[in-house]
């Protein structure tokens, strides 16, 4: 298995301009994640996904914050539009239930400049 | 409070030495706890699970559990300059079912 893959990995992008992170969970896995990482606030739980419906987005920061999960293979996270404070690593996660540990993916970072 | 506490280090210890990470939880109801390894720049990486009270051992790593105390711990025994990493306590909260990181502790092996 090729594991959970995210793109792009690296994004740099001026401030107001719209941000889309892609991520394929592993086969099989019902429950995909998104979380941030930063030095200052560590990881948070943005949003998760049970069976492609949304179950928990309160970890969303606010409404220029959007995820989709279409289908079982794809979630995408938008931001529109960005602002430099979200810059940050984006990690989506994935897991087949909760008593196992979540698989991450190689997480993309973002710049907003 | 926070959901998840460690002490963020960072830890120094010998090569050859025993390190010792711990973690206390808020949510008495929590049944699962992982460890997870994250070297700089990468993603983390699962090393341990535990749902028990006790020990459990993999290796050179031992994970204990003392649901009562609400505490969880990690030993690393023979420590290695590639175990130098950041070390995150997750938390499965019993509430929301999601798991919650700690903000990790950051292990320095000296050779």
């Known amino acids: 298995d090729a594991g959970v893959i995210q793109s792009p990995r690296h994004e740099v992008t001026e401030m107001g301009q719209e941000v889309t992170l892609r991520c394929k969970p592993i086969s099989g896995h019902d429950y995909l994640f998104w979380y941030r990482q930063t030095m200052m606030r560590g990881l948070e739980l943005l949003i998760y996904f049970n069976n492609n419906v949304p179950i928990d987005d309160s970890g969303m920061p606010e409404d220029r914050f959007s995820a989709k999960m279409p289908n079982a293979s794809f979630s995408t996270l938008k931001i529109q539009p960005s602002e430099p404070r979200d810059s940050a690593v984006y990690f989506c996660?994935?897991?087949?239930?909760?008593?196992?540990?979540?698989?991450f993916g190689s997480g993309t970072r973002l710049t907003v400049v | 409070q926070k959901e998840v506490e460690q002490n963020s280090g960072p830890l120094s210890v010998p090569e050859g030495a025993i390190a010792s990470l711990n973690c206390t939880y808020s949510d008495r109801g929590s049944q699962s706890f992982f460890w997870y390894r994250q070297y700089s720049g990468k993603s983390p990486e699962l090393i341990m699970f535990?749902?028990?009270?006790g020990d459990k051992e993999d290796g050179r790593f031992t994970a204990q559990l003392n649901k009562a105390s609400q505490y969880v711990s990690l030993l690393i025994r023979d420590s290695q300059p590639s175990d130098s990493a950041t070390y995150l306590c997750?938390?499965?909260?019993?509430?929301?079912?999601?798991?919650?990181f700690g903000a990790g502790t950051i292990l320095r092996v000296k050779s």
């Open positions: 535990i749902y028990s009270n």
């Open positions: 997750a938390v499965n909260m019993e509430y929301g079912n999601k798991l919650v």
């Open positions: 996660a994935s897991t087949p239930g909760w008593s196992s540990g979540y698989t």
